[in-house]
């Protein structure tokens, strides 16, 4: 064998050993990508539901729908809220008479027809006599919420919103409710980074 011959037979090993070394280097990316780009593909998916009687939670509710992603829905009362229904001074105003009653569920107007394929549902509201409203129960009690992860916000003059937890719970039947936070006067930047965590 002449060395002309030798010199191509090592070149031939050579390109041999080369294109078996990067079909293993793919081999070990590709998989990866594929792994990735299925994780992708099951991100969560978000809903961002708000009671909100004067805009004060409606501002919040739009807070963490920028930061998620999620899809807005407001909780509609089928009887308007009036200023009046809102004065907190009257002992009899329609608020009062409402959060005074256990077994007040007021009536919403309109309805989800796909709630089932969420998978993290915020709900929020402002705090009324230390608890949420009344129409936030009657908003969870509508629904089957089995296997959801809600995730309470709320806005407050200064009662918060551990009040709510037990109602929130006992309301959302089936699902895992998780703890909630008071988002009264939160920025932008602290909502998101908030929100972001809850929808891992």
């Known amino acids: ?17 080369v294109v078996l070394v990067l079909t293993l280097i793919l081999g070990l990316i590709l998989p990866t990508s594929d792994v990735n780009a299925a994780g992708k593909g099951k991100s969560k998916k978000v809903l961002v539901v708000y009671f909100s009687a004067t805009g004060t939670t409606k501002d919040a509710a739009k807070k963490i729908k920028k930061a ?23 002992d009899n105003c329609r608020a009062n008479r409402e959060q005074r009653n256990e077994n007040s569920r007021p009536k919403i107007k309109g309805k989800i027809k796909n709630i089932r394929k969420y998978d993290v549902i915020f709900i929020g509201y402002p705090i009324w006599w230390g608890k949420e409203p009344k129409i936030v129960r009657t908003f969870l009690e509508s629904y089957n919420l089995k296997g959801k992860k809600i995730v309470p916000f709320c806005t407050s003059g200064g009662s918060g919103i551990s009040g709510s937890m037990k109602g929130i719970k006992a309301a959302a039947k089936g699902a895992k409710v998780v703890k909630g936070k008071d988002l009264t006067d939160s920025s932008s930047k602290s909502v998101a980074k908030w929100a972001k965590k809850k929808v891992k």
């Open 68 to 90: 998620t992603g999620g899809k807005l829905y407001k909780i509609n009362a089928a009887k308007k809220y009036t200023n009046a229904d809102l004065d907190y001074s009257n």
């Open 1 to 17: 064998m002449t060395i002309q011959e030798l010199l191509m037979k090592k070149k031939c090993r050579l390109c041999i050993n």
